[in-house]
């Protein structure tokens, strides 16, 4: 069987949604979501939607250590499926904080998605401060400037924000929104 494609998966998790609700599942919704992530079991987005569904919901005949087993390990398997993502690592420290009681793990989990958060934060401020440099408009550097002041109070250690935002004061200073001697 071939797997199937992102247009598919996604098509497959909009039909789930739409059999149940937002806040508690019906039990087509949960159907739909289990099946796509028996197919797909990398599939993040799917596997968090679950997860969350799945505590929100009450499924008769199912115990309670059964239904936070599964919620655990869909919440573990969304951790690996995304190399560790923040959103990922987020979802678990709240389930492990809230549901199983170990302030350590929680902790732990809860670090990791926000280290994991601040590179990408870090990455994107950078991105962009050198997106709008590069434009060198006079609005566009003006946010570039803007921006530059809190990701060097955020990333004062940051060699990539100290090169952009070194790049941008000088296109600024060359541009006449700044003195030569900032620039």
Known sequence: MAHPSLDEMMARMRAAREAGSANEASPEQLQ???????????FTPNLLELARLLQ??????????????EIQGLLEQAVQASDRSAPALLELAHFIDVFRDSPGVAE??????????LRALEGSWAGLIDFWAMERTKDSLEK????SELAVRVFPESPSIFNVVEDTKEKAARAGLLPRNEG
């Open 32 to 42: 739909r979501l289990r099946e796509l992530a028996r197919d797909c079991p990398a």
């Open 56 to 69: 929100l919901t009450d499924e008769p005949e199912v115990e309670m250590e059964q239904a936070l087993e």
């Open 108 to 117: 732990a989990l809860f670090e990791e998605s926000v280290a994991s958060a």
């Open 144 to 147: 570039a400037l803007k921006l």
